[in-house]
């Protein structure tokens, strides 16, 4: 079984600063690795994902996320945030074999609140 | 359509009632899921369908939760002697294929709250 820590609950940062979202997992087996934000009243959205090749990838609004194996960890990183990147993040994996891998499993949340 | 949708949105019941929620996957997705969102927590795994095959329901709470998708399109996840602590939203996902590396798509959920 996997499972996915997501150590802040709420993050408040001010508009222009850096931001760091973390996430650890835990699995037996090699995993895919995935970040989804949800803006209020709006359905979870992929932000970005990891399935194999360089280990940090980017998304299109600036967001960028590092997987690190010895670590076991996935951290979503942004150099300046914007007031309209308020939002819930949420980690999540999924493991890239066996009778299961279609399953997401994700961690508790992560509330992103951009001041001005 | 251009996403996943469901509804309704939002769904209040008194505790005993059978509720029904919809999904509208995007067409012609093949894979269609169902999670269950508490306050303040991530999603868990309810179901997952491969066209109108369920091939995994290990995620549902109890018998009192039953899920179909008859034409392998449209989905309904059924709560039967709704309680309590079936509070919670629920997300419908699809994605194109089977499994692997495809991506998921949610639709934006039904709030359901349970008297």
């Known amino acids: 079984a996997q499972s996915v820590t997501q150590l802040d609950s709420q993050v408040p940062v001010f508009e222009e600063a850096p931001v760091e979202l973390r996430c650890n997992y835990s699995?037996?087996?090699?995993?895919?690795l995935f970040w989804y934000v949800q803006y209020p009243n709006q359905g979870l959205q992929l932000l970005l994902k990891y399935l194999s090749g360089s280990t940090l990838v980017e998304s299109i609004n600036g967001f960028e996320a590092e997987f690190n194996k010895s670590q076991t960890s996935f951290h979503l990183r942004k150099p300046s945030v914007h007031i309209s990147d308020t939002a819930e993040y949420f980690c999540?994996?999924?493991?890239?074999?066996?009778?299961?891998?279609?399953?997401?499993?994700f961690g508790k949340g992560t509330l992103l609140t951009v001041n001005p | 359509g251009a996403g996943v949708s469901q509804s309704p949105r939002y769904k209040v019941a008194k505790r005993g009632q059978d509720v029904a929620l919809r999904c509208d996957p995007i067409?012609?997705?093949?894979?269609l899921f169902w999670y269950q969102q508490a306050l303040g927590q991530g999603p868990e795994f309810l179901t997952y369908?491969?066209?109108?095959?369920?091939?995994?329901k290990s995620g549902l709470p109890s018998d009192r939760f039953f899920a179909e998708r008859p034409e392998g399109s449209v989905s309904t996840l059924k709560i039967q002697r709704t309680q309590q602590e079936d509070s919670a939203v629920y997300l419908c996902a699809s994605s194109r294929l089977v499994a692997g590396t495809d991506t998921q798509y949610f639709g934006p959920g039904t709030r359901l709250t349970v008297l």
């Open positions: 369908f491969q066209n109108e095959a369920q091939l995994d």
């Open positions: 699995s037996s087996v090699s995993v895919y």
């Open positions: 999540a994996v999924r493991t890239n074999s066996g009778g299961s891998n279609y399953k997401l499993t």
């Open positions: 067409s012609g997705h093949v894979s």
